[in-house]
T-cell receptor, first 117, second 110 residues
Framework: GNSVTQMEGPVTLSEEAFLTINCTYT??????LFWYVQYPGEGLQLLLK?????DKGSNKGFEATYRKETTSFHLEKGSVQVSDSAVYFC????????????????FGKGTHLIIQP | NAGVTQTPKFQVLKTGQSMTLQCAQD?????MSWYRQDPGMGLRLIHY???????DQGEVPNGYNVSRSTTEDFPLRLLSAAPSQTSVYFC?????????FGPGTRLTVL
């Protein structure tokens, strides 16, 4: 079956530091990959996505590149801000696999990011 | 558009009580899902629906019922609440691959 593995943290950084959150996946088909962000007390919001190998998703200064050869989708940001403090979820959607839900979406366990001023 | 809405925001139940968590979306999405979020567990799928009148089980369906009489609404029913159902519950609807999440319901079962 499909699975997503990501570093769980918490990850604590100083403001303006470089961020990497690792995400690797296993999938039976040809998945699309996502990063979702959850701010305190809120639901999840889509941060970025990539639908095929070598695609780069980007939004709000965050980037992630779909690497099929390493089955990875690491999240990066060059200079984090206090407002980036949140929980980040890596996820995949695989239309070839019907066990993950309404659109085959499988989530990692989430990475809690804390940015200190 | 209100997006995905959930009520109530907070709820405390006693063991054995029943209740319904409400979820509605105004985006005309066919797909809707219910997840629970627990510390260190990520999001786990409870039930999902691919359209009105069609529902199916997810990863952790026991103790929960769903129905989908309209495209807009997807209520989640707890038949006899147990402390193990203490969690934060999220409803979501799909447009293609992208899921839109509601703000969540924080449920405590004593």
């Amino acid at each position: 079956g499909n699975s997503v593995t990501q570093m769980e943290g918490p990850v604590t950084l100083s403001e303006e530091a470089f961020l990497t959150i690792n995400c690797t996946y296993t999938a039976t088909g040809y998945p699309s990959l996502f990063w979702y962000v959850q701010y305190p007390g809120e639901g999840l919001q889509l941060l970025l996505k990539a639908t095929k190998a070598d695609d780069k998703g980007s939004n709000k200064g965050f980037e992630a590149t779909y690497r099929k050869e390493t089955t990875s989708f690491h999240l990066e940001k060059g200079s984090v801000q206090v407002s980036d403090s949140a929980v980040y979820f890596c996820a995949l959607s695989d239309l070839m696999y019907s066990g993950g839900g309404a659109d085959g979406l499988t989530f990692g366990k989430g990475t809690h990011l804390i940015i200190q001023p | 558009n209100a997006g995905v809405t959930q009520t109530p925001k907070f709820q405390v139940l006693k063991t054995g009580q029943s209740m319904t968590l409400q979820c509605a979306q105004d985006m005309n999405h066919e797909y809707m899902s219910w997840y629970r979020q627990d510390p260190g567990m990520g999001l786990r799928l409870i039930h999902y629906s691919v359209g009105a009148g069609i529902t199916d089980q997810g990863e952790v369906p026991n103790g929960y019922n769903v129905s989908r009489s309209t495209t807009e609404d997807f209520p989640l029913r707890l038949l006899s609440a147990a402390p193990s159902q203490t969690s934060v519950y999220f409803c979501a609807s799909n447009r293609g691959h992208e899921q839109f999440f509601g703000p969540g319901t924080r449920l405590t079962v004593l």
